[in-house]
């Protein structure tokens, strides 16, 4: 998937890292139906403390937005977040005994501490590329596996949370925030972005919130 022409060039400096995150041991186990139900249960408690971060982090892109249209984007993906996959979250737990107030409530993992921070840093610390080079491997990197997943898995019982990250909402999700970046990009660094002084620091930021994708996923699995 390309979701616009960033994407490719920020995943593509990430080197093996996209390839540690996308083809996880977890996501292949979600593929295949082979990942014990206790696992996924545990991913989808920190993955909703992780949402609701996650949320405030775009929420807080509408205050660094510079740009209506990046405000309205930021805003209608907040919306996404908080009404719409927040949704499967609750929806799965509550199945399995588990109420949205206890997942509001899960004490957080040290691996989700340090990815949420990490972004909401990079928000704080910086501008707003900054930000949606931290947010942007959750988010389409999720579109990836979600159609790389619908086409190569079977039907199994992960197959709902397949769909969900495969779905028409979510992937015009992921190309209105890949038309998002690169507007963004071209608007602050101009049409030759990879010769700004700025873009190696938006590559490695791209690169680190990578790599705690890697961990994420790791702290699913059994130990």
Request: with cysteine; glycine share 8%; hydrophobic share 40%.
């Amino acid at each position: 998937m390309s979701y616009g022409t960033t994407f490719p060039l920020w995943r593509e400096a990430a080197g093996e890292a996209w390839r540690d995150y996308t083809r996880h041991a977890f996501v292949q186990k979600l593929g295949d139906g082979t990942l014990p139900r206790e696992a996924f249960l545990r991913y989808l408690v920190q993955d909703y403390v992780f949402l609701v971060h996650f949320s405030r982090a775009w929420a807080l892109a509408v205050t660094k937005a510079e740009t209506l249209e990046e405000m309205r984007t930021c805003a209608a993906t907040v919306h996404a977040l908080l009404d719409d996959e927040m949704r499967l979250h609750v929806k799965t737990c509550a199945a399995e005994g588990v109420s949205e107030a206890e997942l509001f409530a899960a004490r957080e993992a040290p691996q989700n501490l340090a990815y949420t921070r990490y972004v909401l840093d990079a928000g704080h610390s910086g501008d707003f590329l900054d930000l949606m080079a931290a947010l942007a491997p959750c988010v389409l990197g999720y579109g990836e596996i979600g159609a790389r997943l619908s086409v190569e898995a079977g039907r199994t019982s992960y197959s709902d949370w397949i769909e969900t990250y495969a779905g028409a909402d979510y992937q015009h999700t992921c190309h209105e925030i890949g038309a998002l970046i690169d507007a963004a990009v071209a608007r602050r660094l101009g049409t030759s972005p990879e010769d700004s002084p700025r873009w190696p620091r938006l590559c490695a930021r791209f690169e680190t919130a990578t790599r705690l994708e890697v961990n994420f996923w790791g702290m699913g699995l059994p130990g």
